[in-house]
């Protein structure tokens, strides 16, 4: 059944290295949705797209995160350089701009920052 | 701008017995309500939402959760509960923007543990 698939599952680096997350939403989804959840701060939105455009990306701190959809069946999310605080479960959801609003949520990436 | 407050961090119900979990929304309009729930190392999974029409809707695995205006409440309910039910559960409120597109605000989550 169709699905939003996350890499990697899980990423352990070094900081001030650069990191790469992808996401590929849903085939159809027309939104993308980039969250981070750490137990501090719960679910946070960090950015979102519409038809491969950002719509909002205040959610993420500018100097070092940056989002892109290079086409609609890849979302990438950056990191560089990374830090500690960095640590988290990153999360991409997919869903529709008009019709049903609910979001579909992939399994996330687990970084952490050494 | 929209909120959800769910006051219950942590409960803990037997097995077989009934279950009702809050959530309080805070919106102008008519809000888009959500339940997720999230098994550890897992992403969230749509349980059930509600749009319009009938304020009782019907989920996944047996829950349901009614829609309360005058308390801008949305409760989780499960008539009975399994072992398998213990997760953390988060609702959310969801707002059309500008462009296109709705944005998801969540609480905080309740964690449900149940004892066998």
Request: aromatic fraction near 10%.
């Amino acid at each position: 059944d169709a699905r939003v698939t996350q890499t990697p599952r899980h990423k352990v680096t070094e900081m001030g290295q650069e990191v790469t997350m992808r996401c590929q939403p849903i085939l159809g989804h027309n939104t993308v949705f980039w969250y981070r959840q750490t137990m501090m701060q719960g679910l946070e939105l960090l950015a979102y797209f519409r038809n491969r455009a950002p719509l909002d990306d205040s959610g993420m701190p500018k100097d070092r995160f940056s989002a892109e959809m290079p086409d609609a069946t890849l979302a990438t999310l950056k990191i560089q350089p990374s830090e500690p605080r960095d640590s988290a479960v990153y999360f991409c959801a997919s869903g529709l701009v008009l019709g049903s609003p609910e979001q579909y949520f992939g399994p996330g990436t687990r970084l952490t920052v050494t | 701008a929209q909120s959800v407050t769910q006051p219950d961090i942590h409960i803990t119900v037997s097995e077989g017995a009934s279950l009702e979990l809050r959530c309080n929304y805070s919106y102008g309009a008519t809000p888009y309500l959500f339940w997720y729930v999230q098994s550890p190392g897992q992403g969230l999974q749509l349980l059930l939402k509600y749009f319009s029409g009938d304020t009782l809707v019907q989920g996944i695995k047996g829950f349901e959760a009614e829609f309360k205006r005058s308390q801008s409440s949305f409760n989780l309910r499960k008539p009975s509960v399994h072992w398998s039910d213990a997760a953390e559960y988060f609702c959310a409120v969801g707002a059309r923007v500008t462009g296109g597109g709705n944005k998801l605000t969540f609480g905080t989550g309740t964690q449900l543990k149940v004892e066998l």
